[in-house]
């Protein structure tokens, strides 16, 4: 990742690129937006439903440990502990204890984290049909923006 120093403070990419940026960036914040959103509607935060969905979309035959939900969710183990206890007071979530080992627990959704699960993911289907093709649009864009500059021996 370059970061700019004190002495670098132009930025020296091209008009279009930037807004070609710009424009990812608001669509996608834009889904961001709605989908906390959404979850405050629902009575939970957007993070909690974020754990739902991890906890939820666990592959066939794995489990899903903390170790695992921090490293889908970006969080550090501790936060991730945090977030798991929080969820679990809420009647979201359970801990059940891992039978292959003991020194861990899994993470379970229950039946009302399932029941508003469901209403989240419908929710944001919808409004992926809706705004969908302009963030696929907005990437794209960006895509092939790049692939251009690549055939021409730019970036």
């Given at each position: 990742m370059a970061v700019l120093t004190k002495k670098q403070k132009t930025v020296h990419a091209k008009p279009e690129r930037l807004a070609e940026l710009a424009e990812f960036r608001f669509r996608l914040r834009r889904f961001l937006g709605f989908s906390e959103t959404a979850a405050e509607a629902?009575?939970?935060?957007?993070?909690?439903?974020?754990?739902?969905?991890?906890?939820?979309?666990?592959?066939?035959?794995?489990?899903?440990?903390?170790?695992?939900?921090?490293?889908?969710?970006?969080?550090?183990?501790?936060?991730?502990?945090?977030?798991?206890?929080?969820?679990e007071r809420s009647g979201l979530v359970r801990r059940v204890a891992d039978v292959a080992?003991?020194?861990?627990?899994?993470?379970?959704?229950?039946?009302?984290?399932?029941?508003?699960?469901?209403?989240?993911?419908?929710?944001?289907?919808?409004?992926?049909?809706?705004?969908?093709?302009?963030?696929?649009?907005?990437?794209q864009q960006l895509i092939s923006g790049r692939q251009s500059g690549k055939r021409n021996g730019t970036r």
């Open positions: 629902a009575g939970i935060s957007a993070q909690q439903y974020q754990l739902l969905q991890v906890v939820a979309a666990v592959p066939e035959g794995s489990e899903c440990s903390i170790s695992y939900l921090a490293q889908r969710m970006l969080l550090r183990h501790n936060s991730a502990v945090e977030l798991v206890d929080r969820a080992d003991h020194r861990r627990s899994l993470v379970e959704v229950t039946e009302q984290g399932n029941r508003v699960l469901t209403t989240l993911v419908e929710a944001h289907l919808a409004e992926i049909e809706t705004e969908g093709p302009e963030l696929l649009h907005a990437l």
